[in-house]
């Protein structure tokens, strides 16, 4: 769930005006702000995504931060009146280790996978 953060390269000198009857010209390059982390779900009814952001680069999307969305997104769902929430998962390591799996099992009411 890596995305790259990429400076606008409109700010900074990396642009400068049209000649007539031409578009803007930007600049190809940009300056690098790292990688921040950021899992999502979306809601097909609605098109709402909620979402999880992991912005610090020590931080890891493990086991606990995959609880912890799964539990975000339950207690969101059941304010809005949602009853069952339906997951696709693909084989990650996060979505497959033991606490993932307990959490699920304990909340078999509300996930199908």
Known sequence: PGIQILGDPR????SYG?????????EFEYRRHGTRG??????PDTG?????????KDRRFNSTETV?????LR????AAGYRRIHLVLDNASTHRSAATTTYLAEHASWFTT
């Open 11 to 14: 700010h900074g000198g990396g």
């Open 18 to 26: 049209p000649r007539a009857s031409q578009p803007r010209r930007i």
């Open 38 to 43: 950021f899992v999502a779900a979306v809601r």
């Open 48 to 56: 709402e995504v909620v979402h999880h952001d992991v912005y610090d």
């Open 68 to 72: 912890a969305f799964l539990e975000r």
């Open 75 to 78: 207690t969101k769902l059941a």
